[in-house]
T-cell receptor, first 115, second 112 residues
Framework: NAGVMQNPRHLVRRRGQEARLRCSPM?????VYWYRQLPEEGLKFMVY????????ESGMPKERFSAEFPKEGPSILRIQQVVRGDSAAYFC?????????????FGPGTRLTVL | DQQVKQNSPSLSVQEGRISILNCDYT??????FLWYKKYPAEGPTFLIS?????DKNEDGRFTVFLNKSAKHLSLHIVPSQPGDSAVYFC???????????FGAGTTVTVRA
């Protein structure tokens, strides 16, 4: 399966713990995007990364959230000291990075529940 | 600020009939539009897209229409099938940008 892979699919954390979400892009894709979906809402852009570079993190909360996409390995979205309001579905997407229209393909998501 | 709006949260349609999903946008800079389909507990699946240089794009049972002057697009599914029951998201972007702006989704239920 050459699709976008995310793990874990479900993650339960207590308030104050750390959450690490992983994303492996589609084969051949070098651009990764993270989105968050709160209940009853659409997906909201968080961050856009290329290998070893954060291109745009304007949608990410300034504190506690960070993202990386190392030269080797998956992209990681890290949430420190989680709070109940962080409970959401986090989706990763990847694309080829074409100039002009560039379709993003999504992974199955990680559902984070903060107790 | 919600730049993409799907004003109908749900739609129920009989199998074999046409499903019409609507989407409005406010940002006149958007020039690339996409529809995604999402089943529960899965990620959005790309369905069909349209560039602002076109007013219609067709792919099998799915057709997207774009009315730039009204800042409105619609997705037609003909004929509707039970497997089409899902949440459909409209998304928009500026083609040299990368951020997708999503609507809140429309839940389609196809009745047998």
């Amino acid at each position: 399966n050459a699709g976008v892979m995310q793990n874990p699919r479900h993650l339960v954390r207590r308030r104050g713990q750390e959450a690490r979400l992983r994303c492996s892009p589609m084969k051949g894709h070098s651009h990764v995007y993270w989105y968050r979906q709160l209940p009853e809402e659409g997906l909201k852009f968080m961050v856009y990364l290329q290998k070893e570079n954060i291109i745009d993190e304007s949608g990410m909360p300034k504190e506690r959230f960070s993202a990386e996409f190392p030269k080797e390995g998956p992209s990681i979205l890290r949430i420190q000291q989680v709070v109940r309001g962080d409970s959401a579905a986090y989706f990763c997407a990847s694309s080829l990075g074409l100039a002009g229209p560039d379709t993003q393909y999504f992974g199955p998501g990680t559902r984070l529940t903060v107790l | 600020d919600q730049q993409v709006k799907q004003n109908s949260p749900s739609l129920s349609v009989q199998e074999g009939r046409i499903s019409i999903l609507n989407c409005d946008y406010t940002n006149s800079m958007f020039d690339y539009f996409l529809w995604y389909k999402k089943y529960p507990a899965e990620g959005p699946t790309f369905l069909i897209s349209i560039s602002s240089i076109k007013d219609k794009n067709e792919d099998g049972r799915f057709t997207v229409f774009l009315n730039k002057s009204a800042k409105h697009l619609s997705l037609h599914i003909v004929p509707s099938q039970p497997g089409d029951s899902a949440v459909y998201f409209c998304a928009a972007t500026i083609s040299n940008d990368y951020k997708l702006s999503f609507g809140a989704g429309t839940t389609v239920t196809v009745r047998a």
